[in-house]
């Protein structure tokens, strides 16, 4: 049935090339007896799930030296297929990782990747434990690799960040993440209220022999990278609620060049990323112009 179907095909198209070889492809193992399903002539490593490392990114070159051999071998050793993708913030704002991650995906999406399930990953996070399973998360549930208990720094209970497996469905469904938050932290506590509202369960690696002191390297110096924790106008109350009306649908974004990155032989995306501002939905996407009289400081973090 499928042969004569794909017979007609063969006559009705011009004869090109692939088509032929596809043909005789199918006559070969006819020949052999095969029965035949297009399905079966597909290589089995298209059948397994394929990761997107999506990593929020802005002028740590070194770290991204080390993170990207580092996470390809890692995930080599697990069977993973996997493509890099490195979202680099271009504007002249204050970094914004929920909006990366949302332009991030929808430029995936867009492109023929064939991403099943993405890893929010920070950049200086660095797993060492092989026992951290990176493979496509348990039905109904997000993968919260940097577990609390397993996190060099945070240990609350609801903390979602550092690095998450999300498959492209459940995203879709939670409308990815805010794009209000300008600024270091917090747009994952609030990613954590959108999956709790929509019932995705959260599954933490469980039973390792390591713990928050040799589970990860943390490649972060806090004294060369200063965290930008101001905040400004009504931001401090508004990044604190549920936000209900940004996401990834009304991402706002251009992606400005792309890039093909080789670093020691690992190829890697990097998207520029352009984010748009509406200063005044969020005029805090630059706290300079509010002047220093009324910028606070958040010296406690998280
Ligand atoms: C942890 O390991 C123990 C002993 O091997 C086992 O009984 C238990 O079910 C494991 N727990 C999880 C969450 O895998
Ligand atoms: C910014 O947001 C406001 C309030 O929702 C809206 O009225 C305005 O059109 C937006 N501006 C731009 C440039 O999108």
């Known amino acids: 049935m499928f042969v004569s179907i794909y017979v007609l095909r063969v ?10 070889l596809i043909f005789y492809f199918i006559l070969g193992e006819l020949e052999n007896g095969g029965s035949i399903r297009l399905k079966d002539h597909t290589p089995t490593i298209l059948k397994s799930n394929k990761l997107g490392v999506v990593i929020p990114f802005r002028e740590r070159f070194d770290e991204l030296l080390e993170f990207v051999p580092h996470i390809h071998s890692f995930l080599k050793n697990q069977n993973i297929l996997h493509e890099i993708f490195v979202l680099n913030q271009v504007d002249q704002y204050r970094f914004n990782r929920g909006s990366l991650i949302n332009a991030g995906f929808k430029e995936i999406m867009l492109s023929f990747n064939m991403i099943d399930y993405i890893a929010m990953h920070d950049v200086d996070l660095l797993p060492l434990n092989p026992e951290l399973d990176y493979h496509y998360p348990p039905t109904g549930h997000v993968n919260h690799i940097a577990a609390p208990h397993l996190h060099p ?56 022999s390591t713990d928050t002191s040799n589970t990860f390297r943390h490649n972060h110096d ?66 300079s112009e509010y002047g220093m009289k009324n910028t606070k400081n958040q010296k406690k973090g998280k």
């Open 11 to 20: 006559k009705l198209t011009v004869l090109n090339i692939p088509t032929v």
């Open 153 to 208: 720094r945070y240990h609350y209970a609801s903390f979602v960040g550092g690095i998450l497996l999300i498959t492209k469905e459940d995203f879709i469904k939670i409308n990815g993440l805010s794009n209000n938050y300008w600024g270091w932290g917090l747009e994952d506590d609030e990613f954590y209220l959108r999956l709790k509202e929509a019932k995705i369960g959260i599954h933490r690696p469980g039973n390792l």
């Open 222 to 287: 806090r004294t060369v990278r200063k965290r930008d924790m101001t905040k400004c106008y009504n931001q401090r109350e508004v990044t604190r609620k549920r936000d209900r009306r940004t996401g990834l649908h009304n991402i706002n974004y251009i992606v400005k060049k792309k890039h093909e990155l080789l670093i020691d032989g690992v190829n890697t995306l990097v998207l520029d990323i352009e984010l748009k501002c509406n200063k005044t939905l969020t005029p805090w996407c630059l706290c």
